[in-house]
């Protein structure tokens, strides 16, 4: 079985915004259309991925496994479109999500990073500025890299 593109990226969005209204005004559809591909999805793959909640969805641990897996997709996905544009193989590229504390963030980690950057303009960091309690599982999610 191979998952559409179409559905697998209304999943992504809605994972991604937490709301169906959301993530159709991102997508640029209706709410209908997106609640159609997800429905879809569900039932191609046998199983509820969201819990609808009256303040928005919350995935399922299919959702979140398969959330992983839409993540993993496109981190593929931008190292082949680098190396097709031809990036330097000398050169890092990449995204780095690193969770930690807001004033550890400012003061230590982005002033060690900035000569990393420099010399790889293509190596993109994202910080996640959470609660220590909060981290071990935003890193068992894969929701980030590294934790710190």
């Known amino acids: 079985m191979s998952l559409s593109s179409l559905y ?8 991604q915004c937490g709301h169906f209204t959301k993530a159709a005004s991102e997508l640029h559809i209706t709410q209908s259309a997106l609640s159609q591909r997800i429905s879809k999805l569900e039932s191609e793959l046998g199983t509820s991925l969201f819990v609808r909640l009256s303040t928005g ?33 000398n050169e890092l590229t990449g995204v780095i999500r690193i969770g930690g504390f807001s004033s550890v963030m400012r ?13 790889n303009p293509g190596l993109k960091f994202q ?22």
């Open 107 to 119: 003061s230590i980690i982005l002033p060690s990073l900035a000569p990393l950057l420099r010399k």
């Open 127 to 148: 910080m996640i500025s959470k609660e220590m309690n909060e981290l071990p599982n935003l890193l068992r999610r894969g929701e980030i890299d590294y934790m710190i």
């Open 57 to 89: 969805i919350r995935l399922t641990p299919a959702g979140e496994s398969l959330l992983q897996y839409c993540r993993a997709k496109e981190r593929l996905e931008q190292e082949s479109l680098d190396q097709i544009k031809g990036t330097n193989p």
């Open 8 to 15: 697998l990226d209304a999943f992504y969005a809605c994972a």
